[in-house]
């Protein structure tokens, strides 16, 4: 399966399924999904990372389980929005794990999305231990959010109005 760009990720999935979405880490990938509306985002785990084949095999299951027919994966571009080993490691892993799984795949820039997690989990008060168990699956919900949010503005924007405005009566008269 190729890379897309998120528009044409989500005008190509079939009614009623959903995307899921991956916040890449060292350590652990987080997961989220998407309602079938793709309307909303939710945290849904964590995967530890390993090989790619047995992670690969975990997100083919959690699709097919979820109904998910294509992968938004974080894109950690430089602050200065160049395109840095780490953008390019989590390209050439996302494309595999597409790949992999048989799944199309967007990437999406999630600068800052681990550090705003953070910031609100602080704010409401949550140990840093229970930080640690779920910054990753808020995380890529937090990016996944983005990408739904900004795909629905552009396919928003593309489509002609639902009707068109009538007149107003001529009062003039």
């Known amino acids: 399966m190729g890379v897309f760009n998120m528009a044409a990720l989500r005008a190509s ?27 909303l985002a939710s945290p849904y785990g964590g995967i530890s990372r390993g090989k790619l084949k047995a992670n690969a095999a975990e997100v083919a299951a959690i699709a097919a389980r979820e109904g998910a027919g294509g992968l938004v994966v ?22 595999a794990l597409g790949e992999a799984c048989g799944l199309p795949v967007a990437l999406w820039d999630e600068r800052l999305s681990s550090a705003a997690v953070n910031r609100a989990m602080i704010e409401a008060d949550l140990t840093r231990k229970r930080r640690a168990e779920a910054v990753d699956a808020a995380a890529a919900a937090y990016m996944l959010q983005s990408a739904l949010d900004a795909s629905r503005r552009s396919l928003d924007a593309s489509r002609p109005p639902a009707s068109l405005p009538l007149p107003l009566p001529d009062d003039s008269r």
């Open 13 to 39: 999935l079939a009614r009623g399924q959903r995307l899921i979405g991956l916040d890449p880490g060292s350590k652990t990938i987080g997961v989220a999904l998407s309602d079938v509306s793709l309307m």
């Open 74 to 95: 974080g894109l950690p571009l430089s602050m200065d929005g160049s395109f840095g080993p780490a953008a390019q490691a989590a390209k050439d892993w996302g494309m």
